[in-house]
């Protein structure tokens, strides 16, 4: 658990925001919307679930891969997926269509994971884990994740953050988020 004295300025900054009354609201809605639409993600793809489960239980080499990120305030993650799909072309199509990936709305269901959201961070990676971008969940599609930036446009995102950023970047568009003049980046 991060202590107060260690925030640097922009993370305090970001911090008093993400608390306001009409924030907090915000962020209860990006929520809701989240486990609503994880849980009718997972009830009307239960069917693939279980193709790729049979595929994968039929090639033998188990099924899901396990890897450690960092989420929110540096608590650890771990993001689990379907192993490499077998089964030729159409295990091919599967992975196109981003099969392998499925496991990861039970993430967002326990809250570990967002929609959108910055980008995960491998532990001990030299970007770390600093700045705003701890005061939120990781998500599956971000601004770096959208191409609308690099990961530096992670900070930036949870500074600026608002539902229309979500729903923009839901909808493949990337909001302009710039950074603060006189910001350190």
């Known amino acids: 658990m991060e202590r107060r004295l260690e925030r640097s300025p922009d993370v305090e900054r970001a911090a008093q925001?993400?608390?306001?009354?009409?924030?907090r609201a915000s962020l209860i809605?990006?929520?809701?919307?989240d486990l609503v639409l994880a849980l009718a993600m997972l009830i009307s793809l239960l069917p693939l679930f279980v193709v790729v489960w049979g595929l994968l239980a039929y090639a033998g080499e188990g099924f899901l891969e396990q890897r450690r990120r960092l989420g929110r305030h540096g608590r650890p993650v771990v993001l689990t997926r379907f192993r490499e799909l077998p089964g030729g072309g159409f295990g091919r199509l599967l992975e196109r269509i981003g099969a392998r990936e499925l496991p990861l709305l039970l993430a967002v269901v326990r809250g570990r994971l967002s929609f959108v959201?910055?980008?995960v961070v491998a532990p001990g990676t030299s970007s770390g884990h600093t700045g705003p971008r701890r005061l939120m969940a990781p998500g599956l599609t971000g601004p770096a994740q959208r191409g609308c930036g690099g990961v530096e446009l992670d900070d930036v995102y949870v500074e600026r953050w608002t539902l229309?950023?979500?729903a923009q970047m839901l909808a493949g568009r990337c909001p302009k988020l710039q950074p603060r003049s006189g910001a350190a980046g």
């Open 17 to 23: 925001r993400l608390s306001r009354p009409v924030t």
């Open 29 to 33: 809605a990006k929520r809701t919307l």
């Open 117 to 119: 959201g910055p980008s």
């Open 164 to 166: 229309w950023v979500d």
